[in-house]
């Protein structure tokens, strides 16, 4: 099965830099990663995701790349906020009808004023 | 996306004892997942909650432990039987909404077993 790494497991920035999370994937065939940010108390919340046919998407201060050939996709923040402080997930699946979901270990994010 | 609501949002339970979880969407939807994410985890898949038919659950759970029930597109409950304090878990609800593997979370619901 599937299986998805992320880096690094805490990362601490000051506001106003940028943080990169890094996860790779093991199962080629895998071509839908979404992420997720879990605010204390709450549950996952999708931010943005990114299919196989691209290599970057961006969303406002949110961007995502994805290299296929070497299996690894990374999330960037720039001009962190206090309020980007979360746990982050990357996760992993094969697109087209229901194909399992894989989940990283999550990265906790803390942004210091 | 859908609106997804759980309850409870959390309780305190006796060893032994079973509690009931509830997942309601504010729309009708394809998919029905129940998560579970132990203190500092990532989400562990329980099951996919089939509508009219038995879950289908993931390596590692089973029915007589987490039994699930789905009787309509909009609604699903989770039980977590004859809990030990092993069970202590966030327990999620999430609804896939189109064939792109897209999931929406539920609140969750924070469980202690002393």
């Known amino acids: 099965g599937e299986n998805v790494e992320q880096h690094p497991s805490t990362l601490s920035v000051q506001e106003g830099d940028s943080a990169v999370i890094k996860c790779t994937y093991s199962?080629?065939?895998?071509?839908?990663f979404p992420w997720y940010k879990q605010e204390l108390g709450k549950g996952p919340q999708l931010i943005i995701d990114?299919?196989?046919?691209?290599g970057e998407k961006k969303d406002q201060r949110i961007a995502v790349t994805l290299n296929k050939t070497a299996k690894h996709f990374s999330l960037h923040i720039t001009e962190t906020q206090p309020e980007d402080s979360a746990v982050y997930f990357c996760?992993?699946?094969?697109?087209?009808?229901?194909?399992?979901?894989?989940f990283g270990t999550g990265t906790k994010l803390q942004v210091i004023p | 996306s859908a609106v997804i609501s759980q309850k409870p949002s959390r309780d305190i339970c006796q060893r032994g004892t079973s509690l009931t979880i509830q997942c309601q969407v504010d729309?009708?939807?394809?998919?029905m997942f129940w998560y579970r994410q132990q203190p500092g985890q990532s989400l562990t898949l329980i099951a996919t909650?089939?509508?009219?038919?038995?879950?289908?659950?993931e390596s590692g759970f089973v029915i007589d432990k987490f039994p699930i029930s789905r009787p309509n597109l909009t609604f699903s409950t989770l039980t977590v039987s004859n809990m030990s304090p092993e069970d202590s878990s966030i327990y999620l609800c999430?609804?896939?909404?189109?064939?792109?593997?897209?999931?929406?979370f539920g609140p969750g619901t924070r469980l202690t077993v002393l």
């Open positions: 999430s609804v896939g909404t189109n064939s792109y593997n897209e999931q929406f």
């Open positions: 199962d080629s065939a895998s071509n839908y």
């Open positions: 990114i299919r196989s046919n691209v």
């Open positions: 996760a992993a699946s094969i697109n087209g009808g229901y194909q399992k979901v894989t």
């Open positions: 729309s009708q939807v394809t998919m």
């Open positions: 909650a089939n509508q009219g038919s038995e879950a289908t659950y």
